[in-house]
């Protein structure tokens, strides 16, 4: 099995910028598509950012579309969520998974889940 884990996450105020990490487990992480999903309270867990194993291929829900990056260290075994210009509807808990897919925009896609790390943004 994969374990995922995240860190990063605070309280910023609006405008302001956070990067958020996520460690994965085992040498096989460069095989897997990665993606970032956040749930606010009351909310489903929606679709943020995706990335391929490679790192070559990004895809980003239009919420955040130039404010976000994704990014990925195969070397380190860990995906990163560049967060700028930040407003308080990015507020949610904030998930990474891992997907044997290219990569994917859908929650079932995803086979192994991060315990979530929670991000404010205050206005």
């Known amino acids: 099995q994969v374990q995922l884990v995240e860190s990063g996450g605070g309280l910023v105020q609006a405008g302001g910028s956070l990067r958020l990490s996520c460690a994965a487990s085992?040498?096989?992480?460069?095989?897997?598509?990665m993606g970032w999903f956040r749930q606010a309270p009351g909310k489903e867990r929606d679709f943020v950012a995706t990335?391929?194993?490679?790192?070559?291929?990004?895809y980003y829900a239009d919420s955040v579309k130039g404010r976000f990056t994704i990014s990925r260290d195969n070397a380190k075994n860990t995906v990163y969520l560049q967060m700028n210009s930040l407003k308080p509807e990015d507020t949610a808990v904030y998930y990474c998974?891992?997907?044997?897919?290219?990569?994917?925009?859908?929650?079932?896609?995803?086979?192994?889940w991060g315990q979530g790390t929670q991000v404010t943004v205050s206005s």
């Open positions: 990335i391929n194993w490679s790192g070559s291929s990004t």
């Open positions: 085992g040498r096989t992480f460069s095989t897997y598509g």
């Open positions: 998974a891992a997907t044997p897919a290219f990569y994917g925009i859908s929650r079932e896609r995803y086979d192994y």
